[in-house]
Each structure stands twice: as structure tokens, then as C-alpha cells.
């Protein structure tokens, strides 16, 4: 019997066997497979898995607190974060173009990480000991979608954490390969990992940054943070977490219109809301939203984040549209 627990157990064991007695990393990016990987990982071997969570900057709010208070709650892993914020807002600095902006932020992310893992490296070092192992959340669909194989690595990390260099090279620790996503929130569970992070909608790597149309600056990131929020709540409130994929909200930096109030003409930026339905991501539908929620999340946005007075809702499919403005 393939139960969830003897999935664990045997994940366990495969783990201990690779591992030995070595040290392993992983780099936590906030979502469902780097979090079960290293959830089980660190059943495996303790103190001798490492997280690197690197702050980008770009962030919804809460997503940092998540990591560093409910995961490693919930798991006792040792955690290390990396403030990056300001480093990846100098990188941006005066750069509109989604590509331009992706690649900005993919560049950074990597040599972050790096630096990290030397940091780390080093610190073992002078202990006698030697990080050998990189874990990584690298699912089944991500090895079928590679032809199997090692390359399975570079699909996810071409869109996150990006290929390692030659100088890190790590052995791969991918406790994950053989699990569907459902099978890994089971095992998240099982693994005493909060719901918040078990059933967490699908993010972005860069983040917020390819949600600001235009430059991304401390400010805008204010202001998209505090209206995602908003969004965020409402509709987990009105209970529509599992019936849609993900609601991005898209601040759109460069677009100002004229709006009214109290008994002040106000001229401010619009926010997108782009709630979708999808099994893949690979097409998607926009989602009919009840009217009242709405109305709930309009109306909070433009009385509680003043920068922003105008609320619109994406009404297209994917294709044509993507699921993401940029
Ligand atoms: P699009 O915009 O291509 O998005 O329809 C499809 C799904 O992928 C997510 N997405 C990303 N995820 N790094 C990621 O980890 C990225 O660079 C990235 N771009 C888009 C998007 O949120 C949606 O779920």
C-alpha cells in the first residue's frame, strides 16, 4: 500500500543513504516543493541541511514571516536568510523592459545564492567538514517534461534558482522526483507543514517585480504589496482559495488617471486584478468572481492604499493573455 507516510519512510531512507553522513543545502523559495524537499530532507538528516532564503525585495507581504516563523517552526530547520533587498532594487534601477527586468532579477538571484553557499561552504570548512549535497524540489512532471535525466534540474532553476556553476558542484538531493504536485502537499502534511505553505498558490520567481508595469521601486513595491494584500484577503475570506489558481495584482506604474475623493480630484495609478482558473498554468480562464467580492476588494484597495484609485479586472483567457503581465 503507496500510503503517504510510506512514501516519507522510504523518501527517508533514500535520503540517509545518499547522504550519509554529509551536509546538504537547500534554497527555500517560499513555495510547496522547496519547502517539502527540505521539510524531508531535514527528517532525514537534522542539523546537517542548511536553508538559504534569499529576501529579494520582492516579496508579498507576509512571504518572508512565513518562511523564517511558520516553516521553520513547523520543522526546526536551520535557517539562513539573506537581505537582499536593497541590492536587487539598485539592480533594477531605472529598467522597464519584463525581459530586461527577469533577467535583472534571475542574475542577482544567482550570484546571492552563490555567495551564500560559499559563505556557508567556508564556515563548514573550518569546521572539518564539507557541503557536498544541493536539495532541490524538482517534481516528477519537471523530469518527464526534461526527458528524464539530470537536466530536470535546469527547467525550474532556468525559471528560479538558474544553473549552478561549476565551481559549487554539488551532488542533487531530489527527495521529489518521483511525486506528483498533490502527493507532495500530502507529504507536506504529513510532514506537519502548515496549510498556509502546503496550499500555496503558485508565485512567481522574480516576484512582485514582474507585476510593477514599469520601474519597480520601493514605493511602487509599497503600494502592490499593500493592494495584494487586500486582494489576498478578501478572497481568502470569501473562501476561494482552492477554486482559483492564483489572482496576480498588477500595479500599473506608468498609467495615471483622474479620479474623485471626498471632495479632492485625485489622480492615481491602477491596480489589475488577473484571477484565473487553471489545472497547468498552460491555459487558464479568467474567473468569474461573485460581484460582491469584488466590490469588497475595490473598494478597500482605493480607501486603504491612496496612491491607488482605480480597480480593473483582467477579463482574458490564456491564451491570448498570459496569466502574468509581464
Ligand atoms: P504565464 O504568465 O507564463 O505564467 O502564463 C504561468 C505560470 O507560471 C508562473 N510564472 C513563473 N514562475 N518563475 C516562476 O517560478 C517565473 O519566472 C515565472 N513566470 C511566470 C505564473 O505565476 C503562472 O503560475
Given at each position: 500500500?503507496?500510503?503517504?507516510?510510506?512514501?516519507?519512510?522510504?523518501?527517508?531512507?533514500?535520503?540517509?543513504e545518499?547522504?550519509g553522513?554529509?551536509?546538504a543545502?537547500?534554497?527555500l523559495?517560499?513555495?510547496?516543493?522547496?519547502a517539502?524537499?527540505a521539510?524531508l530532507?531535514?527528517?532525514?538528516?537534522?542539523?546537517?541541511?542548511?536553508?538559504?532564503?534569499?529576501?529579494?525585495?520582492?516579496?508579498?507581504?507576509?512571504?518572508?514571516a512565513?518562511?523564517?516563523?511558520?516553516?521553520?517552526?513547523?520543522?526546526?530547520?536551520r535557517?539562513?536568510?539573506v537581505?537582499a533587498r536593497?541590492?536587487?532594487l539598485?539592480?533594477?534601477?531605472?529598467?522597464?523592459?519584463?525581459?530586461?527586468?527577469?533577467?535583472?532579477?534571475?542574475?542577482?538571484f544567482?550570484?546571492?545564492?552563490?555567495?551564500?553557499?560559499?559563505?556557508?561552504?567556508?564556515?563548514?570548512?573550518?569546521h572539518?567538514?564539507?557541503i557536498?549535497?544541493?536539495?532541490?524540489?524538482?517534481?516528477?512532471?519537471?523530469?518527464v517534461?526534461?526527458?528524464?535525466?539530470?537536466?530536470?534540474?535546469?527547467?525550474k532553476?532556468?525559471?528560479?534558482?538558474?544553473?549552478?556553476?561549476?565551481?559549487?558542484?554539488?551532488?542533487l538531493?531530489?527527495?521529489?522526483?518521483l511525486?506528483?504536485?498533490d502527493?507532495?502537499?500530502r507529504?507536506?502534511?504529513?510532514?506537519?507543514l502548515?496549510?498556509t505553505?502546503?496550499?500555496?498558490?503558485?508565485?512567481?520567481?522574480?516576484?512582485?517585480?514582474i507585476?510593477?508595469?514599469?520601474?519597480?521601486?520601493?514605493?511602487?513595491l509599497?503600494?502592490?504589496r499593500?493592494?495584494?494584500?487586500?486582494?489576498?484577503?478578501?478572497?481568502?475570506?470569501?473562501g476561494?482559495?482552492?477554486?482559483?489558481?492564483?489572482?496576480?495584482?498588477?500595479?500599473?506604474?506608468?498609467?495615471?488617471?483622474?479620479?474623485?475623493?471626498?471632495?479632492?480630484?485625485?489622480?492615481?495609478?491602477?491596480?489589475?486584478?488577473?484571477?484565473?482558473s487553471?489545472?497547468?498554468?498552460?491555459?487558464?480562464?479568467?474567473s468569474?468572481l461573485?460581484?460582491?467580492?469584488?466590490e469588497?476588494?475595490?473598494?478597500r484597495?482605493?480607501?486603504?492604499?491612496?496612491?491607488?484609485?482605480?480597480?480593473?479586472?483582467?477579463?482574458?483567457?490564456?491564451?491570448?493573455?498570459?496569466?502574468?503581465w509581464?
Open positions: 500500500q503507496w500510503t503517504t507516510a510510506s512514501i516519507v519512510e522510504e523518501s527517508v531512507q533514500m535520503i540517509r545518499q547522504v553522513d554529509g551536509r543545502l537547500c534554497g523559495s517560499g513555495g510547496v516543493d522547496s517539502v524537499a521539510a530532507v531535514h527528517r532525514a538528516i537534522g542539523d546537517r541541511l542548511t536553508c538559504v532564503f534569499v529576501d529579494h525585495g520582492l516579496l508579498r507581504a507576509g512571504e518572508r512565513q518562511v523564517e516563523r511558520d516553516f521553520v517552526a513547523a520543522t526546526g530547520v535557517l539562513v536568510t537581505d536593497q541590492r536587487f539598485d539592480a533594477l534601477a531605472g529598467v522597464g523592459d519584463p525581459e530586461e527586468k527577469r533577467k535583472i532579477i534571475g542574475r542577482e544567482i550570484r546571492v545564492f552563490e555567495q551564500a553557499q560559499r559563505d556557508l561552504q567556508a564556515e563548514a570548512g573550518e572539518g567538514e564539507h557536498d549535497f544541493l536539495v532541490q524540489g524538482t517534481l516528477y512532471p519537471d523530469v517534461e526534461s526527458g528524464g535525466g539530470t537536466g530536470a534540474a535546469n527547467i532553476s532556468h525559471h528560479n534558482v538558474g544553473g549552478l556553476p561549476d565551481d559549487l558542484r554539488f551532488k538531493v531530489e527527495p521529489l522526483r511525486l506528483f504536485k502527493e507532495v502537499r507529504v507536506g502534511l504529513e510532514l506537519g502548515p496549510e505553505i502546503v496550499h500555496r498558490q503558485p508565485f512567481p520567481g522574480p516576484g512582485l517585480g507585476r510593477i508595469v514599469g520601474e519597480v521601486t520601493a514605493e511602487r509599497e503600494v502592490l499593500a493592494a495584494d494584500a487586500i486582494a489576498r484577503e478578501e478572497l481568502t475570506a470569501a476561494l482559495d482552492r477554486d482559483i489558481w492564483q489572482c496576480p495584482v498588477v500595479l500599473l506604474a506608468d498609467v495615471r488617471s483622474v479620479g474623485v475623493q471626498g471632495d479632492y480630484r485625485t489622480y492615481g495609478h491602477p491596480v489589475v486584478l488577473r484571477p484565473v487553471s489545472e497547468d498554468a498552460m491555459t487558464a480562464d479568467w468569474r461573485p460581484y460582491d467580492v469584488l469588497r476588494i475595490s473598494t484597495i482605493t480607501n486603504e492604499v491612496p496612491e491607488v484609485n482605480r480597480v480593473v479586472l483582467d477579463v482574458t483567457s490564456k491564451p491570448p493573455g498570459t496569466i502574468e509581464e
